[in-house]
């Protein structure tokens, strides 16, 4: 061999065995795998599609070719790696107060959903793509019965985040953790208490009375708004109660009858104003073994007590954030996920630093600097509000680091609206 291939084969053999030391060394010190695809670095991240069987009231119509070209556009992309879908892709919820609620299969099934299913569907077969779905609250029953199997079938390949009591989570790297959020709210928490042998919250019956609204006048009315709108003037009431409770306190008894007439006096004026009287019933089908079916008054008084009851039987965060996580305030659970006092531990693998919610339809992106963690909420792709998503940019970084790289994106946009990044690790 002469002396130059001698060299040029020592430092051919050097670098290969650098490279192996250095993969090793980045392996153990990641503790995870690297990336397969160094090109496809970004997960991006969707939520409350609320694809709903009726076309009536349902919240997505004139965004629905939108979302169906989003969904192509994305089957095209060669940077992205995976798909995740943060809850409320099926909506069994929004249905009037008469009518049955519609099984998965209606949902999927209905012809003003086609385009979106399709583009879906396209993407779970495209092997360099993976595509993840999180339960909703209004797809909370899809851990239930055949429901895995009719979202499977329907979406070879896609992985199901989806346990009973009807809740989900996704996570990466011990660094990034997500779910839809309605675990953390007072009306659309999974309810294993109220009523014997079901999971349907407070929220599912105030979803319904919000469709009949909109089934009734026309004009179509989202849960979330009707909430906001009715709820404040209640909360303020709260707030009243609590300042006097400071100057004059209450015994546990007073205290927890007067946070049951809290929740008695939203859900019936929310009764009131979607034109219900406290006799009318929902149309159940024995759905989540409500049988026979309840009337408003009969709702009202089996969930009476969520509010008074909430440290008991939900426990994860006090029950004055879980009423204000409703109006959309859940960067404060965010925060409290980042600091993961005691009491979360047990809950948890991982003290995240970046936490994704949905739920709201309120797009948002906060950094913190100090913290050096990052809270953003996908929004939502329903008529009338903005079509946002949030991107994560998961690079390998030499030696021993990876990069997070969190945006909002809104449609229509050639750049995201907000970007903030973490290193890890720290």
């Not at 991240?45 to 694809?51: P, R």
């Not at 089957?75 to 009037?96: C, F, H, K, P, Y």
């Not at 055949?146 to 989900?168: C, E, H, K, R």
Request: include cysteine; charge should be negative; charged fraction near 20%.
């Amino acid at each position: 061999m002469k002396r130059r291939d001698f060299i040029k084969s020592v430092a051919i053999g050097s670098a290969v065995a650098a490279a192996s030391r250095a993969t090793h060394a980045a392996a153990g010190c990641y503790s995870r795998p690297m990336l397969l695809d160094p090109r496809r670095t970004k997960t991006v991240f969707i939520s409350d599609l609320h694809m709903n069987a009726d076309y009536a009231s349902s919240w997505l119509k004139e965004n629905a070719t939108f979302l169906a070209d989003f969904l192509v556009t994305l089957n095209t992309r060669s940077d992205v790696a995976e798909l995740v879908i943060l809850g409320d892709m099926l909506d069994q919820w929004i249905t009037a107060t008469d009518d049955p609620p519609p099984t998965f299969g209606a949902i999927i099934s209905a012809e003003h959903n086609l385009e979106i299913v399709e583009a879906l569907q396209a993407l779970c077969t495209n092997p360099a793509i993976r595509v993840s779905y999180v339960t909703g609250n209004h797809d909370l029953l899809s851990w239930q019965g055949d429901n895995p199997l009719v979202i499977a079938d329907t979406f070879p390949g896609m992985t199901i985040y989806s346990q009973n009591p009807g809740i989900g989570e996704y996570t990466r790297d011990n660094i990034l953790w997500a779910e839809h959020g309605h675990r953390y709210t007072l009306f659309n928490a999974p309810d294993i208490w109220s009523h014997s042998g079901s999971h349907l919250p407070l929220g599912f019956f105030i979803s319904r009375l919000v469709a009949s609204l909109s089934q009734d006048t026309g004009m179509i009315y989202t849960t979330p708004d009707v909430l906001e709108l009715l709820s404040r003037q209640t909360i303020a009431t709260l707030n009243q109660g609590r300042a006097l409770e400071q100057r004059y306190p209450m015994s546990p008894a007073v205290k927890g009858n007067f946070d049951d007439a809290l929740i008695v006096a939203i859900f019936n004026a929310i009764a009131r104003f979607s034109g219900k009287t406290s006799q009318d019933e929902f149309v159940m089908n024995a759905l989540d073994g409500f049988d026979p079916d309840p009337s408003v008054a009969e709702v009202s008084d089996t969930y009476a007590t969520i509010l008074s009851d909430w440290p008991v039987n939900q426990n994860r965060v006090a029950k004055e954030m879980a009423l204000w996580n409703e109006l959309g305030y859940m960067i404060n659970t965010a925060n409290l996920l980042f600091k993961m006092p005691s009491s979360l531990k047990p809950y948890y693998p991982f003290t995240p630093r970046i936490v994704l919610f949905g739920h709201t339809h309120k797009a948002l992106l906060s950094y913190s600097p100090l913290q050096r963690t990052i809270y953003a909420n996908t929004g939502t792709w329903i008529d009338g509000k903005p079509m946002t998503w949030v991107e994560v940019d998961i690079r390998d970084v030499w030696p021993c680091k990876r990069s997070y790289g969190v945006s909002l994106w809104q449609y229509g946009s050639s750049a995201p609206k907000q970007t903030a990044s973490i290193l890890s690790p720290r």
